[in-house]
């Protein structure tokens, strides 16, 4: 189902909970681990504040977008695999300038509980790119050890993105050395899933196409962080590695979202991380599902 407008309103200001959707015999459920805020002008440069004075519903109470920030996880029967690992046991000030504000994460491990999954059950950690927010779990040592959370398993990452990793940290890069395994575009890394490369936002971003019962559902990382990007594809974040090539991605990913059967995965869309893109006289338009 859809959520109200009220409702839809509500959740565009705050990040997401556990939501779960089914396809055929795949579950796949947002696994929260904590949240930053964004200065929506310094985030999406080609904005302007008459534009974010028009659509305040976007907005905290601090004039920040919050971005949800956590995991998706994919089960098909005794099988689990994650795609990212969130932001880890840690927490940043807002940065003095540019996008980012206040920072945490640290309740990916909890959601995994409440989900029924232990850590140990995770097969393998498939990353979109190198950002520490979605790489946090798979190198930070886990609470009370001094190993990360899924130490035994593979973390899955495009070659593309593993050959730039000069660009990452050092400290995250050794973290992640020992369990790397990199993966071609079009791979199938579990049943049903399949890695895309789709640069742009970093060298070799990467999204992922999971297919069961009829549907597919594409987690598409960071290729938008924003549901208002759907109906303005050419606003490219600051971050974009790239920002003409991630603009011509983002315009093709909109035009396939609204394709039958198909569903968005957006990680960083507030409380309206599952949803569809419909198109009407306005163009398209990111309507969210509930989980």
Same mark, same amino acid.
Request: glycine share 12%; no cysteine.
């Given at each position: 189902?859809?959520?109200?407008?009220?409702?839809?309103?509500?959740?565009?200001?705050?990040?997401?909970?556990?939501?779960?959707?089914?396809?055929?015999?795949?579950?796949?459920?947002?696994?929260?681990?904590?949240?930053?805020?964004?200065? /929506?002008?310094?985030?999406? %440069? @080609?904005?302007?504040?008459?534009?974010? &004075?028009? =659509?305040?519903?976007? $907005?905290?109470? #601090?004039?920040?977008?919050?971005?949800?920030?956590?995991?998706?996880?994919?089960?098909?029967?005794?099988?689990?695999?994650?795609?990212?690992?969130?932001?880890? /046991?840690?927490?940043?000030? %807002? @940065?003095?300038?540019?996008?980012?504000? &206040?920072? =945490?994460?640290?309740? $990916?491990?909890? #959601?995994?509980?409440?989900?029924?999954?232990r850590p140990e059950e995770i097969e393998a950690v498939a990353i979109t790119h190198l950002h520490p927010d979605h790489t946090g779990w798979a190198w930070h040592p886990a609470p009370g050890g001094d190993r990360p959370a899924f130490a035994h398993a593979d973390y899955l990452?495009?070659?593309?993105?593993?050959?730039?990793?000069?660009?990452?940290?050092?400290?995250?890069?050794?973290?992640?050395?020992?369990?790397?395994?990199?993966?071609?575009?079009?791979?199938?890394?579990?049943?049903?899933?399949?890695?895309?490369?789709?640069?742009?936002?970093?060298?070799?971003?990467?999204?992922?196409?999971?297919?069961?019962?009829?549907?597919?559902?594409?987690?598409?990382?960071?290729?938008?962080?924003?549901?208002?990007?759907?109906?303005?594809?050419?606003?490219?974040?600051?971050?974009?590695?790239?920002?003409?090539?991630?603009?011509?991605?983002?315009?093709?990913?909109?035009?396939?979202?609204?394709?039958?059967?198909?569903?968005?995965?957006?990680?960083?869309?507030?409380?309206?991380?599952?949803?569809?893109?419909?198109?009407?006289?306005?163009?398209?338009?990111?309507?969210?599902?509930?989980?």
């Open positions: 189902m859809t959520y109200s407008a009220l409702d839809r309103s509500e959740r565009l200001r705050r990040p997401a909970g556990i939501r779960s959707l089914q396809l055929g015999d795949t579950r796949v459920s947002y696994v929260p681990d904590g949240a930053v805020q964004l200065r /929506p002008r310094d985030l999406l %440069p @080609a904005t302007t504040s008459d534009l974010w &004075a028009a =659509h305040p519903e976007y $907005l905290d109470e #601090s004039g920040h977008l919050v971005a949800s920030i956590g995991g998706l996880l994919v089960e098909r029967g005794d099988r689990a695999l994650l795609i990212d690992a969130g932001f880890g /046991p840690q927490s940043w000030p %807002p @940065a003095p300038d540019g996008p980012r504000g &206040a920072i =945490h994460g640290g309740a $990916l491990l909890d #959601s995994l509980a409440e989900l029924g999954r990452v495009a070659e593309p993105e593993w050959s730039r990793r000069d660009l990452v940290d050092a400290q995250e890069v050794a973290g992640l050395a020992p369990r790397i395994r990199t993966v071609t575009d079009g791979q199938e890394i579990f049943p049903g899933v399949r890695m895309r490369i789709t640069s742009g936002h970093s060298p070799g971003h990467a999204e992922y196409v999971i297919t069961s019962g009829g549907q597919r559902l594409i987690a598409f990382g960071d290729a938008l962080h924003s549901s208002i990007q759907v109906s303005n594809p050419d606003w490219s974040s600051v971050w974009d590695h790239d920002p003409v090539v991630s603009a011509a991605h983002r315009h093709r990913l909109v035009a396939e979202l609204a394709e039958p059967d198909t569903i968005g995965f957006g990680i960083h869309f507030a409380g309206v991380v599952f949803g569809r893109v419909q198109r009407n006289g306005d163009g398209p338009t990111w309507t969210p599902l509930d989980g």
